[in-house]
């Protein structure tokens, strides 16, 4: 890595940190080393890699690149978002309690409650863009603070930098799923957080095409007790897939740009729509969170949802769309629209979803690159 990668803008780090003209041959797209073991020297003699589950040169080009983008010293790449969440709770024990933002994606809703309930561990459901919410959450077992900011699927905006305080007086590390904001909008490492987890099937990835995961932080005592996570579990991603995410990133900033635009555009066309209830998005003037947005992220992303009057008529909308596909993940260059409650968030009661503001009425739309006029005259369309 050239020693001032450090003073590079955004995208000349995308596509230069960690990544060719390769010394071998010259070419200026990362190899894909697919061996799994590598010949070594003498026993406890290599040249760096063992066994492609511990390291993999692919892979490790993935980590360095994508710590770069993120502003964070170590970063570990993962077969997929979920299993770079579950990885990471292995840091906790029996006892210990995780407070969480409560609208989070459905998955990791799952993974908590219905996965590490069964090992010991507590959780509690909270608003964390209410301070004094989140002081009252605390407790003397508490060890983790989980937000997503913008939130899935209602983008609350959450305060890092005031929560990770609170957060830190008592005692507990702060996770931000930073997956939404992608590191182009938002870099929670600089606003207090401990460690940053990304799906990177998602806007990192950007193409529908591969699926991964990523845990990054500047701490390490943490890095080093992940690694051997990492190594010990195994959830790591193929060669292949590290070299498709290095593929997508290389255009991460020119793609979140062209959808935070569109994403605003459609926002104030469906406040507009007389069949559109409410609109949730964190760049509208009369958003509350509009400030701790603007104040943590560049710009306002491609993710908006919106309610219409109930579930018969969210599932006729989805239905009439003819360019955004319905389906579930988000962030890629096609335009996508799902239900929450019945597709990415159905495995979290439906008390739990009422409590959280998550109604049957409520449509997701991650916002491609496509013309935003056609976008908006899709919408319309569907919502007649």
């Given amino acids: 890595m050239p020693e001032n990668h ?6 000349t780090r995308a596509l230069h940190v960690g990544q060719g003209p390769d010394p ?78 409560e609208d989070v994606y459905g998955g990791t809703f799952r993974l908590f409650d219905k996965v590490l309930k069964r090992f010991g561990m507590e959780f509690s459901a909270i608003d964390a863009s209410d301070l004094d919410v989140v002081e009252r959450s605390m407790t003397s077992r508490t060890r983790m603070l989980w937000l997503e900011s913008p939130t899935n699927p209602l983008l609350r905006v959450v305060d890092i930098d005031a929560v990770s305080e609170i957060a830190h007086s008592h005692g507990a590390m702060v996770c931000v799923d930073n997956t939404f904001a992608t590191p182009y909008l938002q870099q929670p490492l600089h ?65 979140v740009e062209r959808q935070s635009e569109n994403a605003m555009a459609i926002a104030n066309s469906l406040a507009r729509h007389s069949a559109v209830k409410r609109v949730y998005y964190p760049g509208f003037e009369t958003n509350a969170q509009r400030a701790v947005a603007a104040k943590q992220m560049r710009m306002f992303g491609g993710m908006v949802s919106f309610e219409v009057a109930d579930e018969a008529t969210a599932l006729r909308t989805l239905e009439r769309l003819k360019i955004f596909a319905l389906a579930e993940s988000l962030g890629a260059v096609e335009s996508l629209a799902e239900h929450p409650a019945r597709m990415t968030h159905a495995s979290i009661p439906a008390a739990e979803r009422a409590r959280a503001g998550v109604g049957d009425g409520l449509i997701r739309l991650s916002v491609g690159v496509e013309d935003v006029g056609d976008l908006i005259a899709d919408l319309e369309r569907a919502l007649s």
């Fill in 191 to 255: 606003l207090g957080a401990d460690v940053v987890v990304h799906s990177a099937t998602k806007y990192i990835g950007g193409h529908s095409d591969v699926v991964g995961g990523a845990v990054m932080t500047n701490r390490d005592d943490l890095e080093k007790q992940l690694r051997f996570h990492q190594n010990a579990v195994g959830a790591v991603p193929s060669p292949f897939d590290c070299w498709l995410l290095l593929r997508g990133v290389k255009t991460l900033a020119l793609r």
């Fill in 6 to 11: 450090e003073d590079w803008g955004f995208s």
């Fill in 24 to 101: 071998e041959t010259g070419a200026v797209v990362q190899p894909i080393h697919m061996a799994t073991t590598y010949a070594q020297q003498g026993v406890g003699r290599h040249k760096g890699f063992e066994y492609s589950r511990t390291g993999n040169p692919t892979r490790n080009a993935l980590e360095e690149c994508l710590a770069a983008l993120e502003g964070a010293k170590h970063c570990l790449a993962f077969a997929s978002g979920l299993g770079a969440e579950t990885t990471l709770m292995l840091l906790l024990n029996p006892g210990d309690h995780v407070v969480y933002m």
